[in-house]
């Protein structure tokens, strides 16, 4: 392959944040959200399956079948300033803008679709920063999400002449400073709601069982920020009972249990009439959290007899989500800025 030009940048010493999330489509229709799947279903560190056997699996299968129903779910969460998912990572990267002033120039890039990884990281060069911090905001490490960002990197390094230092945020799925943002982000949520809950369920993004096996950190780190969340709740909620689950099963193979549609029936079966959920593992809300959750796992709560449930908000862009991010760079881009 032949090397691309490197950019005709003058490095000024400048310190740069690209701010990462895995990507989603640029419009909620067939042909948009067909694109975002080729690209996102085609990375070997999503699908582990050999490339021959997945490929025509994908495309003569997956790819004619999927994006039709997953553009009626997008469609449902939409928003004014499109994808929420990008939207939200937008108004993130600009707080922590804001936050860290003149000390780092704060880009933001979706690991599939736009804005990539490849032309923000060409943007940091040409606006003159030697030193940058990637922050994938994956709080908890997977193959799927933290790693394939790592690769991206790798990537762009691969096809470059001049490069700046770089650092990665490491996960930070026990972080006290993430364990608090989320403790006192959920309270003041559950302040606001009209029923005392009686169950808060913690719902991550599930990943095929077979990696927890192949030594993938992901399911650990789940359940540490579970574990180190109840202590919190044990303290100000002594009568909220907490429960983890896992969502978004794809394909046929075993996934990370329990999962999080078959608990809230459980739940609403065995009696338990008021539930709030909650995705500490998404950064920013998305189509997991805005259609699987707040509006199909609503149904499927009630239908089974629930009366009370809400979706809590993930940490967005707001003031407990953004103390967060800025306290995560900070600590990175120590001896930088
Ligand atoms: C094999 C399939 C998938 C794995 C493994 C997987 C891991 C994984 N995903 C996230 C975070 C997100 N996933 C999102 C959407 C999404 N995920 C899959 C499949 C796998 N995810 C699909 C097919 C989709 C697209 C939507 C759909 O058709 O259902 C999103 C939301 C994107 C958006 O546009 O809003 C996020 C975020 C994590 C954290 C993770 C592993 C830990
Ligand atoms: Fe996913
Ligand atoms: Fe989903």
Known sequence: MERPADHPVVLTGKVGVLVVNLGTPDAPDVNAVKRYLKEFLSD????EIPKLIWQPILRGIILNTRPKKSAHAYSQVWSEDGSPLAAITK??????????GDAAIVRHAMRYQSPSMEKELDALLAEGCERILVAPLYPHYSGATTASALDAVADWIKARRRLPALRTLPPYH??????????ADMTRQIAALDFAPEVLMLSYHGMPERTLFLGDPYHCHCRKT?????ERFAQSHPDLRLVTTFQSRFGRAKWLEPATDTVLVEEAGKGTKRVVIAAPGFSADCLETLEELAIRGKEDFEAAGGTHFAALECLNAGAEGMGLLETLARRELSGWI
């Open 44 to 47: 070997p560190r999503v699908v």
């Open 91 to 100: 108004a993130q990267a600009r707080a922590l803008q804001a936050r860290l």
């Open 174 to 183: 026990d972080d006290p400073a993430y364990i608090g943002a989320l403790h």
């Open 226 to 230: 579970s574990r180190l969340l109840a």
